[in-house]
């Protein structure tokens, strides 16, 4: 099985592992397969809830879940929502989502998407319609505010050259992908400095980004802590969990030599950077070098971060 690098910190305040759940969107198959290919390659039984949706129990990884990637999901079966569901899978991606899971269990995953593949899966590049991606909520090591506000203060300084390192293909930037947080966003973020209340980040984050169409998306962290503050800002029902929802923009489920374990070590180098304070301190002091008033270009902060974090031994 592949391994998956380990994070910098990898249990929470308990000692306990911190937990991973993983969704992993996909088409070329129905659901019913799906399902039948998730209990053939991690055990368990299948079994059919309200129309096509499954959830495979009890398998080598817990519970995962089988279902088509739309808000038709949400509504009670009627024959017009299987139609419309029916109409729609030529472009509405198969997701298959994991309960949290051990590091230790990952690998498990890679053995699905290889099974996956093996029959017929196709991922994003197999249509210019397919924005599929991949989706990682790794719990948060404390509710400390530090280890809230220091992954995300990494994120914000090195989306640039995470999606340069990660680059959409030119024929799918048509789709609605996932917005890079603004440049005032990142600049009152970087002003806030370490010693920022959690209360104040949320709202610093709620002032500039009440969105679920980010790259790493804080709402449902600040929805744990702050349900109500969240509530009123953002109109988009947001499912409240202590952890970082990480959205990545492809998933070449049918390219033999990609695998999640490439996709997972983004984060790990978000992590790494909000490990090291001097990294930390150093890239944002050479953010606000780099960027004045808005920003026009972001490939110029890509390279010179790329640089900063290739002397500091971290590459995607």
């Not at 944002?284 to 490939?299: F, I, K, M, N, P």
Request: proline share 6%; with cysteine.
């Amino acid at each position: 099985m592949d391994s998956f690098t380990p994070l910098p910190n990898p249990n929470a305040e308990d000692g306990k592992p911190r937990l991973v759940g993983v969704e992993i969107e996909f088409a070329g198959l129905p659901e019913d397969r799906v399902a039948s290919i998730v209990k053939e390659t991690l055990g368990g039984s299948a079994r059919q809830g309200d129309g096509p949706f499954w959830t495979i129990e009890d398998t080598a990884i817990g519970d995962l879940e089988v279902y088509l990637d739309t808000s038709l999901r949400k509504f009670d079966q009627s024959a017009l929502r299987d139609e419309l569901l029916k109409l729609g899978r030529e472009v509405i991606p198969v997701e298959v989502v994991t309960d949290p899971i051990r590091m230790d269990q990952m690998p498990h995953l890679q053995d699905l998407v290889a099974a996956l593949r093996q029959d017929g899966a196709k991922g994003s590049g197999a249509g210019v319609f397919f924005g599929f991606g991949i989706h990682f909520n790794i719990q948060i090591a404390s509710d400390r505010v530090g280890d809230i506000h220091r992954p995300l203060l990494a994120y914000a300084l090195i989306e640039d050259w995470l999606r340069s390192a990660m680059p959409i293909d030119e024929t799918r930037r048509v789709l609605p992908f996932t917005d890079p947080y603004p440049t005032a966003f990142v600049r009152d973020l970087i002003d806030a400095g370490q010693n920022i209340e959690l209360a104040d980040l949320i709202t610093l984050y709620l002032d500039h980004c009440a969105s679920r169409n980010f790259g790493l998306d804080m709402l449902p962290i600040f929805a744990h802590f702050d349900p109500k503050k969240v509530t009123e800002k953002v109109d988009d029902s947001t499912s409240a969990r202590p952890a970082f929802h990480f959205r990545l923009p492809d998933c070449r489920i049918d390219e033999a030599e990609w695998g999640l374990p490439t996709e997972w070590d983004r984060w790990v180098a978000v992590e790494k950077v909000a490990a090291d304070d001097a990294l930390l301190t150093r890239l944002g002091q050479e953010w606000q070098d780099d960027h004045g008033t808005v920003t026009l270009s972001r490939q110029s902060w890509a390279e010179r971060s790329g640089a900063i974090l290739g002397d500091a031994g971290i590459s995607a």
